[in-house]
């Protein structure tokens, strides 16, 4: 898959993403890509973008049985992991 295939797979960012994603590019200018405190808001704007994803897609799918739930949990194997 190309980055172009990849890129229109995605939904469009909210105006309040792309704000976010400006102050994060601006805190990288000027912290430096490797401060660790960028690499928490990277993570931090990917996790909230991804979480607004499915939050749409939940919404508009059926209610999913157990079973379906526990295959979609197992996507995400840090949710088992206790913090």
Do not use: Y
């Not at 059926?62 to 739930?69: G, L, R």
């Amino acid at each position: 898959m190309t980055v172009n295939e990849t890129q229109r797979r995605r939904p469009p960012l909210t105006p309040e993403q792309r704000r976010e994603r400006a102050s994060l590019a601006a805190r990288t200018r000027h912290r430096g890509p490797d401060d660790p405190s960028v690499d928490d808001d990277r993570r931090r704007f990917a996790v909230d973008r991804l979480a607004d994803h499915i939050r749409e897609v939940v919404e508009s799918a059926p209610a999913p049985t157990a079973e379906q739930i526990e295959r979609l949990r197992g996507l995400l194997p840090s949710l088992h992991r206790p913090l």
